[in-house]
């Protein structure tokens, strides 16, 4: 008896200390050094090319059409990324699918960069963009699983991590083309794919298997999972407001550079507004995860955000040059609805798996319709000589986002639905 009692007396600050040691002994700090250096190469693949689109196209010979191909390109492959991903985590789990991730994002950048021809091209850049679109896919849930306890601050440390991906490529693409040509410039951000999968080598080592049998590592792939999900006003709404974002801002990451050369910059300048447009999203990845995480219906601010994509768009179709830095920081702004439904996959969500289900449908089917966004955007501007069309275009996309996110923001979790 006096053994047992000793043995509950020294218990409470066992308890204190075992947790943490189970979360180190799983990998926690070493996942999150896993989840930041992804993050941070989920973006470089479109940044690092577009303000090289013509430099490029001059190159290998390809015309100003095929760059709205190229901006498609991206949602594409993110799209058919959100559709598959869930399968594939299924299949190997959720650590080894995202190792998968990082290594074919680091070949698809290696090997476009070697290659001589637009086919080519457009092949490897499809490559990486599915490491990097599996990815987008992956670690809202990984997040949701090893850090529910810290959902807002983890997830506005990831979402920033992709912010810097998204500005650095763009800010030194054209001087480093300038100085080693656009080869180099292209194809030195394959090393942090491969470095980006590193940790999770680490991770599965720690784990020895564990990672497979788990059962937040099977993410909702089940026919009845999926098909609940299809049918969730939830996930029609964060489908949309994602879709809608991704859009206007992969539309602006493409032709942002020609609308400002066509009213007299130079590609040096288009590529330093479109790492100021990303650069503006900084603000957002820190502070809207935040007020998503504090504000029961966050609709207002998607509100606010919207003002701003009209904003600029009138700016930059009136007086592009003569305010060029004003009007895309307010562009920048009103991609913040993109941090915004990242965190709300998991605020509106109770369980690692509908974390994933929601993940991948919101993603599978708001990158499939953002697909047609950079195409759209050149193809009218080529049918009509001007950028009206384009921005009335951009304009009835940010009204079908709100449509969207008024169904998002509801504070309602998306497993209460399938009851």
């Known amino acids: 008896m006096t053994a047992t009692l000793t043995d509950t007396t020294t218990r409470p600050d066992q308890t204190s200390v075992e947790p943490r040691r189970r979360a180190l002994a799983e990998?926690?700090?070493?996942?999150?050094?896993?989840?930041?250096?992804?993050?941070?190469?989920?973006?470089?693949?479109?940044?690092?090319?577009?303000?090289?689109?013509?430099?490029i196209g001059d190159d290998i010979g390809y015309s100003t059409a095929i760059i709205g191909v190229f901006g498609m390109v991206p949602t594409a492959m993110f799209a058919l990324s959100g559709l598959i991903a869930p399968f594939l985590v299924g299949r190997i789990g959720l650590e080894r699918t995202a190792l998968t991730a990082m290594v074919l994002a680091g070949l698809g950048m290696l090997i476009r960069a070697l290659v001589g021809g637009t086919g080519e091209l457009l092949l490897f850049s499809g490559l990486a963009l599915a490491g990097m679109g599996i990815g987008n896919v992956v670690i809202p849930p990984l997040v949701k699983r090893y850090f529910p306890d810290r959902l807002a601050v983890i997830s506005s440390l990831y979402?920033?991590?992709?912010?810097?991906?998204?500005?650095v490529p763009a800010l030194i693409a054209v001087p480093v083309a300038q100085a080693h040509g656009w080869r180099i410039s292209l194809g030195l951000w394959a090393v942090l794919g491969f470095a980006a999968a590193?940790?999770?080598?680490?991770?599965?080592?720690?784990?020895?298997?564990?990672?497979?049998?788990?059962?937040?590592?099977?993410?909702?792939?089940?026919?009845?999972?999926?098909?609940?999900?299809?049918?969730?006003?939830?996930?029609w709404g964060m489908a949309a407001m994602f879709g809608m974002t991704s859009l206007t801002t992969y539309a602006m990451f493409a032709w942002l550079p020609r609308i400002l050369a066509e009213a007299g910059a130079s590609d040096g300048f288009g590529g330093t507004m479109v790492g100021l447009f990303a650069l503006v999203g900084l603000v957002s990845a820190f502070t809207a995860?935040?007020?998503?995480?504090?504000?029961?219906?966050?609709?207002?601010?998607?509100?606010l955000f919207a003002a701003f994509f009209f904003i600029a768009f009138v700016g930059l179709l009136i007086a592009p040059m003569s305010a060029t830095v004003l009007?895309?920081?307010?562009?920048?702004?009103?991609?913040?609805?993109?941090?915004?439904?990242?965190t709300l996959i998991n605020v509106r969500t109770r369980t690692a798996?509908?974390?994933?289900?929601?993940s991948g449908f919101t993603q599978g089917i708001g990158y499939g319709?953002?697909?047609?966004?950079?195409?759209?955007?050149?193809?009218?501007?080529?049918?009509?000589?001007?950028?009206?069309?384009?921005?009335?275009?951009?304009?009835?996309?940010?009204?079908?986002?709100?449509?969207?996110?008024?169904?998002?923001?509801?504070?309602?979790?998306?497993?209460?639905g399938w009851a």
Request: charged share 15%; aromatic share 8%; with cysteine.
């Open 27 to 55: 990998g926690r700090l070493l996942v999150l050094t896993a989840i930041v250096m992804s993050a941070l190469t989920l973006r470089v693949a479109v940044t690092a090319f577009s303000p090289l689109a013509e430099r």
């Open 159 to 167: 979402i920033t991590m992709v912010q810097l991906g998204t500005v």
């Open 198 to 235: 590193l940790p999770w080598i680490g991770v599965l080592r720690v784990r020895r298997g564990r990672d497979v049998v788990d059962e937040t590592a099977l993410p909702g792939a089940e026919p009845e999972v999926r098909g609940r999900v299809w049918r969730s006003p939830l996930a």
């Open 289 to 303: 995860p935040t007020i998503v995480a504090r504000f029961r219906n966050p609709f207002p601010f998607v509100v």
């Open 327 to 342: 009007w895309v920081v307010i562009l920048g702004l009103g991609p913040s609805t993109f941090p915004m439904a990242l």
């Open 353 to 358: 798996r509908g974390s994933a289900a929601l």
């Open 369 to 416: 319709v953002a697909c047609a966004g950079p195409l759209l955007f050149g193809a009218l501007h080529t049918a009509t000589g001007g950028w009206l069309a384009p921005f009335a275009m951009l304009s009835v996309a940010v009204l079908v986002l709100l449509v969207g996110a008024w169904q998002a923001c509801r504070p309602r979790v998306l497993e209460d």
